[in-house]
């Protein structure tokens, strides 16, 4: 399949796909925030400069797109075009997440691993269930755990 746009305007549409600061991102921010969680962000200190760290918790919050990582979920299409590439850079991406993972249950973090699919699309966690998850696995929870479409579930390498 040959792409629609030149090689120019499609390295500048790729270069725009933001890796901070996402939507998804942001959201689960406003609701710690809500919740009266406080937090910093990509902390370069810790393995994979998670994206909300909380430090009162021991706990880290990486919220990943389902394309990106990988994630096996509705959201996530092979792509047509340069398959192994993508595949490749997919892979790789799945490769750094583990270790990432590993680093941070090494160094005594517990992870919670947001995934794009329970934010966004026509399978997203309703609003109040995904609220609720967040504030129990801070709360309560020892576990290093993902929360995807399907809800929470524990979580380990």
């Known amino acids: 399949m040959v792409d629609i746009v030149n090689k120019s305007q499609r390295s500048k549409m790729m270069s725009g796909i933001q890796n901070k600061n996402t939507r998804p991102e942001v959201l689960i921010r406003k609701i ?3 919740l009266g969680f406080r937090f910093r962000l990509h902390v370069s200190s810790l393995p994979g400069k998670p994206d909300i760290v909380l430090p009162k918790h021991k706990a880290v919050i990486m919220v990943n797109g389902c394309y990106w990582h990988g994630h096996d979920c509705y959201l996530f299409k092979t792509p047509k075009t340069r398959t192994a590439f993508w595949l490749g850079k997919i892979n790789n991406n799945k ?3 583990k270790m ?3 680093g941070l249950n090494e160094s005594g973090w517990k992870v919670l691993i947001v995934w794009e ?3 966004k699309g026509k399978k997203k966690l309703k ?4 609220i609720e998850t967040l504030e129990e696995w801070l709360m309560v929870s020892g576990d290093s755990a993902e929360v995807t479409d399907k809800g929470i579930r524990p979580f380990g390498h």
Not at 127 to 130: S, T
């Open 32 to 34: 710690l925030h809500k």
């Open 95 to 97: 490769s750094r997440d």
């Open 100 to 102: 990432v993972f590993r």
């Open 117 to 119: 699919c329970a934010i």
């Open 127 to 130: 609003d109040e269930i995904l």
